[in-house]
């Protein structure tokens, strides 16, 4: 079933740093009544689509906003909200804090270039390895042509993120493999330049040829149609890193493919990564509703959306945990 009637809303908030909420059938923003909920920009398109429908089922209110996962949390603990949206997955340090979260989604980064990228062609084509990734982004290659052994000398220009976004976390988690993860910050020193969410970070792609980094499929392929229209396109990963892009690896022509790649497990995770829902303590009352909602009626509406629902066996035991509380 499509709804999709929020996901340009929240993308345009994102994009200009305002504060997305979605009122519902509220009578004002900020009501003491309403589900208070704030975090990653990853998940917010689709947490505004839920909320838009489940508000109209049960008149239930919402005040939410962006920021980041790093600010959900801390306005969670702070008491300012009640629903914290991660792009990752909790940490020890919060669990130990009471911490409560359960899995939503699947979503997933991919790494981005110009569409004029001076080697398109040959990245089409050919796609880029792990390993590949790892040496642009440590800055071990430096130059388009050291790619793919070509007469081309422009200097390829990394792009990173300057705020706190567990997109970038997975992303350092994929390129360095499980033992030896990047974080943020060697990322962000390593990079030419760093911008402020995933939107600046696509703008900057699609105006800069020479330029890569990595972006959420959202950002990528068109809202309506999941087609490649705009400036931005995906790196398609060698997955054996054998030079070539098999017919199993090219999967990136519209975003269904894309997302039934993910599903598959054929795209990797990460960067495909789970994102969550969390609470301090345990959900309650409307809260405890909604998430309860959202891990039933509510996953018919992810795939149009540009994300992966949980499969059968995840939401059988997510839900026995949603219902069993924190111990």
């Not at 940490?91 to 990228?117: K, R, S, Y």
């Not at 042509?145 to 993120?161: A, H, M, N, T, W």
């Not at 995770?269 to 345990?282: Q, T």
Request: charged letters at 30%; hydrophobic letters at 35%.
């Amino acid at each position: 079933m499509e709804r999709t009637l929020s996901r340009r809303r929240a993308l345009g908030a994102i994009a200009t740093g305002t504060v997305a909420t979605v009122a519902g059938c509220m009578s004002g923003s900020g009501s003491d009544s309403a589900v208070r909920i704030s975090g990653g920009v990853g998940p917010l398109p689709m947490v505004e689509v839920w909320a838009d429908i489940y508000s109209e089922e049960t008149d239930t209110s919402f005040d939410i906003s962006g920021g980041g996962t790093g600010v959900g949390v801390s306005d969670l603990f702070g008491g300012q909200v009640d629903i914290a949206m991660m792009g990752r997955d909790p940490d020890d340090d919060e669990l130990d804090q009471g911490l409560f979260a359960v899995p939503m989604l699947i979503d997933t980064v991919v790494g981005t270039v110009n569409v004029d990228n001076p080697v398109i062609d040959e990245i089409q084509q050919h796609g880029l390895s792990r390993a590949d990734l790892e040496a642009v982004f440590t800055r071990e290659i430096e130059t388009w042509g050291e790619l793919y052994d070509v007469d081309v000398d422009e200097e390829i220009e990394v792009y990173g993120r300057s705020d706190a976004s567990a997109a970038y976390k997975q992303w350092g988690d994929f390129l360095g493999g499980e033992d030896n993860a990047y974080t943020e910050s060697e990322l962000e020193e390593l990079a030419d330049a760093n911008h402020d969410g995933d939107q600046r970070v696509a703008q900057a792609i699609g105006s800069n040829e020479n330029a890569i980094s990595l972006n959420n499929i959202n950002y990528v392929y068109d809202l309506e149609s999941g087609e490649l229209e705009g400036d931005v396109r995906p790196i398609p990963l060698d997955l054996d890193d054998d030079g070539t892009l098999s017919d199993d690896e090219q999967f990136y022509d519209t975003r269904n493919e894309f997302l039934a790649a993910v599903e598959e497990g054929t795209y990797p995770a990460p960067p495909a990564r789970e994102m969550w829902l969390a609470s301090d303590g345990g959900f309650e009352d409307e809260s405890y509703e909604f998430v309860e909602w959202v891990l039933t009626d509510g996953q018919q509406y992810v795939r149009d959306n540009g994300y992966v629902p949980l499969d059968d066996d995840r939401l059988e035991e997510v839900q026995e945990e949603l219902a069993d509380g924190p111990e």
